[in-house]
């Protein structure tokens, strides 16, 4: 364990070298681009050392990455699944598995994009209630003239509850106005509060009142305090699904972040928070038809 996190703070502080690199070269681009030459020939040599080393320290850092990301699988085989299972009852944890992108498609609050992709699962029983939560990643990849991009939508942590009973009535919860299926419309609650927090969605069949009770309200605008405009709800046959974009990996290392116990345990706690949350939604039966 000391091993390796003396490997990560090795490999951190050459990644910050490089960083410093790409900086220095940046600037010497821009100043010898811009000032007016003094010596031609040496500003014209010293601007394409500046872009030599942008070049070369991106795909240093990028190599830094590739061995933080080995470095990370290696962390969470030794350390982080006995850790998650020893704090999660009756949980399993599976680094290279994830929730399935149809589950994900179904759920309706995260829009897919064209590259998917899901990792550290965890998994389990508690009662009569299943769950599982992984991190998620979504790419969009634009083509154009034989070049391709790729671009991060959506990064974050999604939780999927499945009930012995389904729910009574189809409800979306999400801070944007848009949504893809066109079986969903838009609906306004009674309470201007809870309208103003979310931007509900729902079917014809469905009456949302009789689902969002004023508990269940009161607890997902506490919800919307902590999280703001990165959380989203849906609550669909018999399953409650939850998006939080984090906008990084729950269980990785990275040249950024040092996973240190506090931050896991941070973590740990918060997929605990969700389970107990979806614990007191099957405790209420009034919340299902039965």
Known sequence: MEELRNQKKQLKLIYKLFNALVLIGILMAFIFTLVKPINSNLDSILKWVGYGFVLIGLILMRQVKTKIKIL????KRSYIKSFVESQILDSTF???QGIWQTKVLDSAIVDLSDEYKTEDLIEGVDGDLKYSTADIEVFSINRYDGHKTKTRTY????????????FNASVILKPSSRIKYKVYNKYDMPSSDFNDAYHIFTTKESDPTTLLTKK??????DYKLKYGDHIAFSFIGNTLNIAVETRYSSFDLSPQLDLSDTELRKTIDEIKQFIEFAKSINDDLTLFNN
Do not use: H, K, W
């Not at 990370?72 to 962390?75: D, E, H, K, P």
């Not at 990064?155 to 389904?166: A, I, L, T, V």
């Not at 269940?216 to 605008?221: A, E, F, I, P, S």
């Open 216 to 221: 269940l309200r009161t607890r997902l605008l």
């Open 155 to 166: 990064m974050g942590r999604f939780y999927r509850f499945e009930f012995q009973n389904r």
């Open 94 to 96: 599976t680094l290279d």
């Open 72 to 75: 990370s699988n290696r962390y």
